[in-house]
C-alpha cells in the first residue's frame, strides 16, 4: 500500500541537503559571512510554502512501487522533490522582483528584506544552482543522470518562455485587451505553469524508478498538461470567486492587467457597450473600477460558464486516466493523485 508524506516529514530532509550545499560553497573558501548569507537565503526562500510539487515525487514514487518508501528511497525521492521546491524559489524570487510585488508568504520578499535589494537577483542564481550541486553529489552515478540534468533545464526553459509570454502580454503599466486571447492564455498556462508543476515531480519520480520510457513520459504529459491547465484556471476562478477566508489571499488579477482565463472568457461574449467598461475598468489600481469589472463578470454568468467547463474538463481527464496503459510500470493512482488534490477546491 503506497504512504502519503507529510509536510513535517519532508522538511526534515531539507537541513541535511542545506549542509551539503553550504559545504559545497565552503570548498571554495566562501567567506563565513557570505555562506551564512547562502544558508538565510535557502531557508528563506525555500521553507514556507505549501510543497505540494516537491512532496510529490516520494507520494508519486510510493505510488508507482505500491508500498511505503524505505528510508533511503524516501530520502532520495525527496531530495528529488527538493529540487523543483529550489526550482520554485529561484522563480519566485525573479517573478517578485519583475512583478514588483510586496509580500510573499505573508512576509516582505526576498528583494524587499533588509539589506538585501537587487543582491537578491544573484541569490536566485545560486538558488537554481543549487539543484545542480545536490543533482550530482546524490544521482551522479544514476543511470538517469543525464536524464535528470536534461529535465531540469528543459523545464526551467519551457517555464521562462512561458513567463517571457506573460511579461510581453499583460505588462501591468500598458492595458490593451487586444493583447489578450485564449490562444496566448494557453500558452502563458501550459509553459510557465503545467509543466513545473505537474509534469515535472511525476517525470523525477519515473526517472527515479528506471522507468521513464517514451511511452510513460507521453502518458504522463498527456495527461498532467491539460491537469495543470485546470488548476491554473481553477486558479484565476478563485481568484474572483472564491472567499479570501479560504484561498488564503484577496485576488488581485483584475488590479493587475493579468491575461486570465475570466477575462479572456468574457471577452469572446462581450458586447461592444460592455467591452467598453472593460476597456474602462480593467487593469487599474482602482477597487471602484476593479467592482466595475466583477460586476460585469456576475453579468456574464462566469461562474456557470467555469463550473460547466470545470465538469466537462475532469470527466475527460477522468477518461484519459481510466485509459493509462501500466505495462510500463506507470500507475493510473498517480494521476488519481494528482486529480484528488485539485478537484472542486477552494484554496
Avoid at 526553459?157 to 486571447?181: M, R, V, W
Wanted: proline share 4%; net charge negative.
Amino acid at each position: 500500500m503506497a504512504q502519503k508524506t507529510t509536510l513535517k516529514e519532508f522538511e526534515a530532509v531539507f537541513p541535511k541537503l542545506v549542509e551539503d550545499l553550504l559545504d559545497h560553497a565552503k570548498s571554495y573558501k566562501l567567506p563565513e559571512k557570505f555562506v551564512e548569507w547562502y544558508k538565510a537565503s535557502l531557508y528563506a526562500n525555500t521553507i514556507g510554502g505549501k510543497c505540494n510539487r516537491g512532496m510529490s515525487v516520494p507520494d508519486s514514487v510510493s505510488l508507482i512501487l505500491e508500498a511505503p518508501l524505505t528510508e533511503e528511497q524516501y530520502f532520495q525521492a525527496a531530495t528529488l522533490g527538493w529540487m523543483t521546491e529550489l526550482l520554485q524559489a529561484f522563480f519566485l524570487v525573479s517573478d517578485d522582483i519583475m512583478d514588483s510585488s510586496i509580500t510573499r508568504r505573508g512576509a516582505p520578499c526576498w528583494y524587499r528584506q533588509p539589506h538585501v535589494g537587487m543582491v537578491a537577483i544573484n541569490d536566485a542564481f545560486m538558488l537554481e544552482a543549487a539543484i545542480y550541486t545536490l543533482l550530482k553529489k546524490y544521482f551522479r552515478s544514476h543511470p538517469a543522470y543525464v536524464d535528470l540534468l536534461e529535465l531540469f533545464h528543459e523545464v526551467t526553459y519551457q517555464t521562462e518562455i512561458g513567463q517571457l509570454c506573460d511579461l510581453l502580454t499583460a505588462p501591468e503599466d500598458k492595458i490593451d485587451l487586444d493583447n489578450f486571447s485564449m490562444d496566448k492564455y494557453q500558452f502563458i498556462v501550459i509553459y510557465k505553469t503545467a509543466y513545473y508543476s505537474f509534469y515535472l515531480p511525476v517525470a523525477l519520480a519515473l526517472f527515479q524508478q528506471n522507468i521513464a520510457t517514451p511511452k510513460n513520459l507521453k502518458q504522463a504529459e498527456n495527461i498532467l498538461i491539460p491537469l495543470g491547465e485546470y488548476f491554473q484556471i481553477q486558479d484565476d476562478y478563485l481568484d474572483n470567486f472564491g472567499l479570501p477566508e479560504h484561498i488564503g489571499k484577496i485576488g488581485t488579477d483584475i488590479m493587475d492587467n493579468k491575461c486570465s482565463w475570466l477575462v479572456n472568457q468574457a471577452l469572446a461574449i462581450v458586447t461592444p457597450e460592455q467591452r467598453k467598461v472593460l476597456e474602462e475598468n480593467y487593469g487599474r489600481k482602482d477597487k471602484e473600477k476593479e467592482a466595475v469589472v466583477k460586476k460585469l463578470y456576475d453579468e456574464l454568468k462566469l461562474e456557470q460558464l467555469y463550473k460547466d467547463y470545470e465538469e466537462k474538463r475532469v470527466g475527460d481527464i477522468r477518461k484519459m486516466i481510466a485509459e493509462v496503459d501500466e505495462s510500463e510500470g506507470l500507475k493510473k493512482t498517480v494521476f488519481e493523485s494528482f486529480l484528488g488534490k485539485i478537484y472542486k477546491r477552494s484554496k
